[in-house]
């Protein structure tokens, strides 16, 4: 057996970190977003006690140990939310919360698009999948999307998808199109197969996946032929 080329090591070592580096990448995101949260009041808090108590409390002044516990404090803050939300008292206090925002203009259009958007991605629309792939940015290309609403065409009445088209590895930007339903291509995938993967790279994905549009025939069978009639009988 002949030994393995510098380039084949190379490219077999790439692949095997590739993986491990994108993982990395997302979850330290996703780290250091949440513990961003907490910071402004956490670390204040942790100074003022690592100054008042430098002898037993002095660790509390390390970097780390501030990002570390301003993610826990968002983490326990977003369980928190979730409790809340399945009792009738957590209720009360979110749609009040809710009332509060909605009378703050800006606030109110964001909040609002946001909270829209995260309970359409919950629920299946009438007509077409949720996931899809569209053609975009060209169409010798596909993008996977998410339909947020159908709507129609005026005059014609032709059926319109609203998808939402997300980066990576960050879903939370993307494009909106708006496309012919006839133009898409439906998937099987869940929300959470085509978010992990936009947020792999691609790299967490199915074995296969559909890549033309299907034909009218494939989505509206052919009625059977009639059998002929002997007419000469």
Do not use: C
Request: charged share 15%.
């Amino acid at each position: 057996m002949r030994p393995p080329t510098l380039q084949r090591l190379f490219l077999t070592g790439l692949l095997t970190l590739l993986p491990i580096w994108l993982t990395w990448v997302v979850v330290k995101f996703v780290f250091v977003m949440l513990s961003d949260i907490s910071r402004p009041l956490i670390g204040p808090l942790l100074q003022d006690l690592a100054l008042a108590h430098p002898q037993a409390l002095s660790w509390l002044g390390s970097e780390w140990v501030q990002t570390a516990l301003a993610l826990i404090a968002t983490l326990a803050v977003i369980l928190l939310s979730g409790a809340m939300a399945r009792v009738v008292v957590g209720q009360t206090v979110l749609r009040w919360f809710e009332s509060l925002i909605k009378r703050v203009p800006l606030a109110s259009i964001v909040y609002g698009s946001a909270r829209q958007l995260l309970d359409i991605l919950q629920t299946k629309p009438d007509g077409t999948q949720r996931v899809v792939l569209i053609d975009f940015p060209h169409n010798e290309m596909k993008s996977i999307g998410f339909v947020t609403k159908v709507l129609r065409e005026a005059g014609s009445g032709r059926e319109l998808a609203a998808v939402y088209v997300p980066t990576t590895p960050n879903p939370t930007s993307g494009y909106l199109e708006i496309v012919p339903v006839e133009k898409i291509t439906p998937t099987d995938w869940t929300v959470d197969q085509a978010m992990s993967f936009i947020i792999s790279g691609g790299a967490v994905s199915p074995a296969s996946i559909p890549f033309s549009v299907p034909s009218a025939a494939d989505t509206f069978p052919a009625a059977p032929a009639a059998p002929d009639m002997d007419r000469s009988q």
